[in-house]
Antibody
Framework: EVQLLESGGALVQTGGSLRLSCAAS????????MHWVRQAPGRGLEWVSS????????YYADSVKGRLTISRDNSKNTLYLQMNSLRADDTAIYYC??????????????WGQGTLVSVSS | EIVLTQSPGTLSLSPGERATLSCRAS???????LSWYQQKPGQAPRLLIY???SRAPGIPDRFSGSGSGTDFTLTISRLEPEDFAVYYC????????FGGGTKVEIK
């Protein structure tokens, strides 16, 4: 059974940093691309970032480029999102999601339950 | 960036009725690279449909997807109580973007 468990969400001040983690199990982690998707309170879904199975290719939404960094440790079956220079509009639930393909440029076939990031001044 | 516009914003229907949700793209989506997701309050989204019309594993056959190019439709043939939720379309023909969602509520 595929399981994705996010952690690391917290209340942080504007301009601060945070690192989110997503522990994966139930599948061969290194064979699949992974994503981060966020949802601001009461709002819709927004794709944030994607990474290929090897970690060699990464992709970002324009709204986070240069501030958020996706990475993965295939030896630990864990996906990360390093968040720097946080702004109020980064406040959201952050979901980790699996791609059905290696490249990580498709869709989201399994999702974690999310972790809440709140950015406050 | 391909912008996806979903309509209507809210659909008020009764159990047993048919639901038709629309997703329109600002430009053609290559290879019908469009998915649909269901999200219930307090839960993560769930993949329903991919490549416009293929049902994800475990999804009941009352859910169907159709369309191509710029116009796509999700149809729920007979609404069950557990189908009242928010539905999002998502394209992966050019980068990744979501529509704004359609809420299906009980009339």
């Amino acid at each position: 059974e595929v399981q994705l468990l996010e952690s690391g969400g917290a209340l942080v001040q504007t301009g601060g940093s945070l690192r989110l983690s997503c522990a994966a199990s139930g599948f061969t982690f290194s064979s699949y691309g992974m994503h981060w998707v966020r949802q601001a309170p009461g709002r819709g879904l927004e794709w944030v970032s994607s990474i290929s199975g090897s970690g060699g290719d990464t992709y970002y939404a324009d709204s986070v480029k240069g501030r958020l960094t996706i990475s993965r440790d295939n030896s630990k079956n864990t996906l990360y999102l390093q968040m720097n220079s946080l702004r109020a509009d980064d406040t959201a639930i952050y979901y980790c999601a699996k791609d059905p393909n290696y490249e990580g440029k498709k869709r989201f076939d399994f999702w974690g339950q999310g972790t809440l990031v709140s950015v406050s001044s | 960036e391909i912008v996806l516009t979903q309509s209507p914003g809210t659909l008020s229907l009764s159990p047993g009725e048919r639901a038709t949700l629309s997703c329109r793209a600002s430009q053609g989506i290559s290879s019908n690279a469009l998915s649909w997701y269901q999200q219930k309050p307090g839960q993560a989204p769930r993949l329903l449909i991919y490549i416009a019309s293929s049902r994800a594993p475990g999804i009941p056959d009352r859910f169907s997807g159709s369309g191509s190019g710029t116009d796509f439709t999700l149809t729920i043939s007979r609404l069950e109580p557990e189908d009242f939720a928010v539905y999002y379309c998502q394209q992966y023909g050019s980068s990744l973007t979501f529509g704004g969602g359609t809420k299906v509520e009980i009339k």
